[in-house]
């Protein structure tokens, strides 16, 4: 039987309840449905509205009910229920008869649904937290195992400057720790109660909404009940934080797809997080990299969707809102199996170092650093920076690097280079220079992964 079924003189169509009814997607809503109706039982037995014999009877059937649904979660959709909260009430009914239909008093599915909700972003929140720590993790041990192997860095997929794998390492932990200060912040945001503030207007019962707040976890109550049940900021919240967090897990896939390329040949992954082809029998793809990038664009998606879907919502609850689980279930459930697959690509992953230490000594990498030698020397940057313009144009067309240039010829794009000039082109020079704070040098490379280590 529906909740609502009194004003209603025929029943709903097959259609519209197919349509309507939520509980294939809220049923994993379940144990915070039960805990939630405990602690509003307990709330109603404070103002009078049960005794403390009904409130005991009320707990001891929710509890029995959520170990049923624990070991066979098939019960709930097999109930053909509305909603989660109406398999609640109408299993709570059959245990206890009548006493069952005293639980909603002064309770609205408005309120029911969203403290539902917000204790299920606080638990899930909670675990999405402790997979990007171990990301974080991951990466810090790679930086640790690696911290020396030079590699080159990019700008436009171009060889660039030599930086250290550990400094590449390193970038990503800033990136996944931002992730992780965001999702916090929004946790904080999503702590307040909305459970007493009925559908919209706030119930008739004078409890302590303070106090029931504290019986569930929560920080505070909410301070209106308009606002409270038409408030979806934390799913919108929480879905920005995922498609920011899964950009930085599809960037880290890019650049790791990349190196493990065979133009690249960067890195080796292992065995078990790669697949192969059909028809190629050589072929090692970086499967679990490209699903994680693949992913990311569905994660997007959840967040535009819960987007558009409030845009133009008017006070206080509209059925629109229902649509609110499914894309959030679907973003936690992808970001968490990435986060756990990155991290499980990052231990398996080994470095090539000479090649990528070939890779770093080509492409003229040390270029900026003949510009800070001429600079040294007194010349102006701009105009240094077109003299060695010109010498790697040189360089490009004999194919020489830089340091293979004889002196003479050096000195015929400026005469205020001197033999001491081939001390600044080495791989070891350039990397040591970048001793600033934030820099590539090992010094400044170390010195951070000790920080890392120190918060980790």
């Known amino acids: ?32 449905d039960i805990v939630g109706s405990i602690a509003w039982a307990s709330a109603i037995t404070q ?3 049960l005794t403390t014999e009904e409130c005991t009877q009320l707990h001891a059937a929710l509890n029995e009910l959520l170990a049923e649904t624990s070991e066979n979660p ?13 398999f609640v009430e109408q299993s709570l009914i059959a245990k206890v008869g009548d006493l069952g239909k005293k639980l909603h008093t002064g309770r609205s599915r408005n309120d029911q649904v969203a403290t539902d909700l917000k204790l299920w972003c606080k638990k899930e929140g909670q675990e999405q937290l402790e997979l990007l720590a171990k990301l974080r993790t991951a990466l810090i041990k790679l930086a640790e195992r690696e911290i020396d192997a030079v590699m080159p860095g990019y700008t436009h997929l171009q060889r660039a400057q030599p930086v250290l794998f550990g400094h590449w390492c390193l970038a990503y932990v800033e990136m996944f720790e931002r992730d992780i200060s965001r999702l916090e912040d929004a946790l904080k945001r999503a702590d307040t109660c909305p459970l007493g503030t009925g559908a919209l207007a706030g119930t008739a019962y004078p409890m302590d909404r303070v106090k ?16 409270t049940v038409s408030d979806r900021d934390h799913v919108v919240e929480i879905c920005s934080d995922a498609s920011i967090s899964m950009m930085h897990l599809s960037r880290m896939a890019e650049d790791l797809i990349f190196f493990n390329s065979g133009e690249a040949g960067f890195i080796e992954l292992d065995d078990e997080v790669t697949s192969g082809s059909s028809l190629m029998p050589q072929k090692k793809n970086p499967d679990a990299l490209e699903l994680i990038r693949g992913k990311t664009g569905r994660v997007y998606g ?22 609110d689980k499914e894309g959030l279930f679907d973003v936690m459930d992808s970001w968490a199996i990435c986060l756990e697959m990155a991290a499980l690509v990052l231990n398996g992953l080994q470095v090539n170092r000479e090649r990528t230490l070939v890779a770093a000594q080509q492409g003229y990498a040390n270029s900026t650093e003949l510009a800070d030698y001429l600079v040294a020397k007194g ?78």
Not at 9 to 31: G, T
Not at 74 to 82: F, M, P, Q, R, T
Not at 215 to 222: E, H, N
Not at 393 to 419: G, M, R, W
């Open 302 to 323: 959840s967040l535009i969707g819960i987007l558009t879907t409030m845009k133009a919502l008017p006070l206080a609850y509209n059925k629109d809102m229902q649509e």
């Open 379 to 456: 010349m102006p940057f701009r105009e240094a920076h077109h003299v060695v313009g010109e010498a790697v144009v040189v360089a490009i067309a004999k194919q020489t690097p830089l340091e293979d240039l004889p002196l003479e010829e050096l000195q015929s794009f400026s005469a205020i280079i001197e033999a001491d000039v081939y001390e600044c082109l080495t791989i070891e020079s350039c990397l040591a220079k970048r001793e600033a704070l934030g820099g590539t040098s090992l010094p400044q490379v170390k010195s951070a992964l000790a920080g890392k280590k120190a918060n980790n």
């Open 47 to 49: 103002v009078g509205v």
């Open 74 to 86: 098939e019960l709930i959709i097999a109930s053909g229920a509305e909603d989660i909260h109406s």
């Open 212 to 227: 029931l707040a504290q019986s569930l976890g929560f920080a505070a109550p909410t301070l209106n009940s308009l606002d």
């Open 1 to 32: 039987m529906a909740l609502w079924g009194g004003r209603f003189s025929q029943e709903s169509s097959a259609l519209f309840k197919l349509f309507n009814d939520s509980l294939p997607v809220d049923y994993r809503l379940i144990e915070q």
